[in-house]
């Protein structure tokens, strides 16, 4: 049977430049790979294929290569190519093992624009913001961007000599106010042929579609990065062509490079396993790498390293300590960190006083967590009973849903509300999901959302979104006339639960939101989670270790009359295994309950399927896909199920912490 030919092509440049070793595990089915499903939902829920779709609607005249085969749609390309004048979207090119496919070719005589389509937010009133402050560089946000087009330059000047390569970057632009309701509905992401593409379902007009996108000429940021040594990662050094070949090489050949990792991703690497995967026999590519850079055996794979320090290191950095052979945090020193030497009585959300108690646990073998009941009573003593727990589930499309709305701005579908009673009582109180995708939301959201939390009680949100998405509406609906008579009332209602500002600037309503995450990083740290703070690490750790919240929750009460719940019925959180606990949202039910529409679960089967609406990215293509107008009643009504049990499980996960904190305390 005849191998077929391995190309390096851009999606894989890009990811070799973060990593040469991530082209060695990428596309191999023995390596666990955290970004399978991630790649997905950013292609749904952020609206890169959308915004693919919309591209083509720019040019009526443009001919699609639609073929897979890369050799046919080389040829179909070339074909195409002999005409004076044409718009060709994704033509193939190739050149020596390299191969793209542009999202726009435009051709006219020698001239040929090459147009990379990105789902990314322009500011064309800004000016150019692709360089640094200072103008030394390209600003590290946009370099993947640039680099992907200059490596599309570099393939297309070498296979169609003689013309004048101009590349470009076709980005959504920010400033566009949508004049119609419901645009973003008309795009339906469908799969066929076991791929997913956008189809139409109603009519788009060519000037919106142009009036939307932006084409921004990027000759001179192309050529930045094509003629200056790479500035970052593990290629740091190296020409940009000295790049491509290495890359090229390991990649045709099948084989892993070898190199530092000084500057490596590792800390953030897709490449690694969850105790689950590992179970079932996937590799940890990442653990593969620095057994065989510091010649680690399975138990030092285990222990403590800096790449799992909280934060950022400045002095000394990561890549000094690795340099310098320091990799296991017993190795290290913690007056190496300055911080305070009294580590308890800090306030421990300082990222330096966090790094230095990961080494003084790992260094005493520590590993129970750490809670600061005095610190906490101070917070306390000012809080009103009783307690209310909120969350919201929102969404940015990159093309608005409703008229009036700017790509990329805030959806509120969706709230849950728990209460935590004096007397220990706990009760789902409320929720919140749109009705009807295809209305303005958010006044039926406030109006929803205040009545639920009434006027007595303290409120806590988990980290600033709350806080953030409440001052977005009320900034909203001052900027429209929306002519509703209580807008004003609902305007002064936010700016009171809600701070604003920054520094010295900054404005607190007078019953401003309790920001939750904010106290546990001030009074908490376990060296289990690396000192993270995201609710659902928390939430794990706090049941690991509460005797309170297993014994409470160790039995089938939840969503009975002495713990009302709307989602649930007689349901057990606490739930030991053979290994430790199963992690509650573990036991949230599968996306797909019925029969109809494409189970997200099928993209990586090692993962089980109540994974696929366990986190945010997950929540908000349920929601857009309830919004579709091809969606089914069956697949809207099993997607709400989903959505409403999940966002129920964000708040009771901040009660269930604040229970805990009590008993402690």
């Known amino acids: 049977m005849t191998r077929r030919p391995r190309w390096l092509t851009k999606s894989r440049f890009v990811l070799g430049m973060e990593c040469p070793t991530k082209l060695f595990y990428q596309g191999k089915e023995a390596y666990a790979n955290q970004k399978l499903d991630d790649e997905f939902l950013e292609a749904l829920a952020g609206g890169g294929m959308q915004i693919g779709k919309l591209a083509t609607l720019c040019d009526p005249e443009g001919i699609e290569v639609e073929t897979l085969d890369h050799e046919r749609a080389l040829a179909e390309t070339a074909e195409l190519l002999e005409r004076d004048e044409v718009t060709i979207f994704e033509a193939a090119l190739a050149h020596e093992g390299l191969f793209v496919r542009a999202d726009v070719l435009r051709k006219k005589g020698n001239r040929i624009e090459l147009i990379e389509v990105k789902a990314k937010a322009w500011d064309k009133e800004s000016g150019r913001i692709f360089t640094t402050r200072r103008g030394r560089g390209i600003d590290s ?8 087009v200059a490596f599309q330059t570099h393939v297309a000047e070498r296979a169609l000599e003689g013309h004048d390569i101009v590349p470009s970057l076709l980005l959504v632009d920010k400033t566009f106010y949508c004049p119609e309701d419901q645009v973003n509905q008309r795009f339906l992401l469908v799969e066929k042929n076991g791929r997913k593409h956008v189809e139409l379902v109603g009519p788009i007009d060519t000037e919106l579609a142009r009036s939307l996108l932006v084409t921004v000429d990027v000759t001179e940021e192309v050529e930045h990065v094509r003629s200056e040594p790479v500035s970052d990662g593990p290629l740091e050094g190296r020409s940009f062509d000295q790049s491509i070949a290495m890359l090229r090489d390991h990649y045709i050949h099948d084989t892993r490079p070898e190199h530092s990792l000084e500057n490596a991703p590792c800390r953030a690497c897709e490449f690694r396993t969850t105790e689950m995967q590992r179970d079932r026999g996937k590799l940890d590519g990442r653990w593969e790498c620095w057994a065989r850079a510091f010649g680690w055996e399975e138990a030092d ?39 305070p030497v009294d580590l308890l009585k800090a306030a421990l959300q300082r990222p330096i006083v966090r790094q230095r108690l990961q ?27 009783p307690l209310h727990f909120i969350d919201f589930e929102t969404c940015t499309p990159a093309i608005p849903l409703h008229a009036g709305m700017r790509p990329y701005e805030t959806i509120a579908f969706q709230f849950s509300h728990h209460i935590l009673h004096e007397d220990g009582r706990v009760e789902h109180h409320s929720e919140w999901l749109n009705p ?49 008579p209580d807008a004003a009332e609902l305007i002064e209602w936010i700016r009171q639960r809600t701070q604003r500002g920054h520094g010295k600037d900054r404005v607190f309503g007078e019953k401003n939101m309790v920001d939750q995450r904010q106290l546990a990083m001030e009074l908490t740290f376990d ?56 992690d509650p949202y573990e036991l949230l039910p599968p996306i797909t309950l019925g029969p109809d529409g494409p189970d997200i679960a099928h993209l990586d089967e090692e993962f089980e399927p109540a994974d696929q609406l366990k986190n945010g990215g997950a929540a908000m293509s349920a929601y857009l896909e309830i919004a579709a107008p091809g969606t089914t009643e069956t697949r809207r009504a099993n997607l709400r199920v989903a959505l409403l049990k999940y966002c129920e499980l964000d708040t009771l996960a901040m009660v269930m912490i604040m229970q805990d904190w009590l008993t402690r305390s």
Request: charged share 25%; aromatic share 10%; hydrophobic share 35%.
């Open 141 to 148: 946000k946009w370099r993947p961007y640039i680099r992907d």
């Open 527 to 582: 060296p289990a989670i690396q000192g993270l703070t995201g609710i659902k690490r928390v939430l794990l750790s706090t049941i690991r270790h509460s005797e309170h919240l297993q014994d409470l929750y160790g039995k089938p009460v939840y969503g009975t009359a002495a713990m009302p719940s709307r989602n649930f019925e007689a349901f057990q959180w606490f739930q030991p295994t053979e290994h430790g606990i199963r």
């Open 436 to 484: 009807d995708p295809g209305v303005y939301p958010h006044f039926a959201f406030l109006r929803n959302l205040r009545q639920s939390l009434g006027e007595s009680g303290t409120i806590f949100r988990w980290a600033p979104h709350e806080n953030t998405v409440l001052n977005h509406i009320a900034d909203q609906i001052e900027r429209d006339d929306h002519g509703e």
């Open 301 to 339: 794979l285990q222990e403590p390293n800096v790449f799992d320090l909280s934060g950022r290191l400045t002095s000394p950095t990561r890549s000094e300590l690795i340099r310098s052979g320091q990799m296991k945090l017993v190795d290290l020193d913690p007056d190496m960190f300055h911080g």
């Open 359 to 385: 080494i003084e646990a790992a260094r005493n073998e520590r590993t129970g967590p750490i809670f600061l009941p005095h610190g906490f009573r101070s917070h306390a003593d000012p809080w009103e009973w």
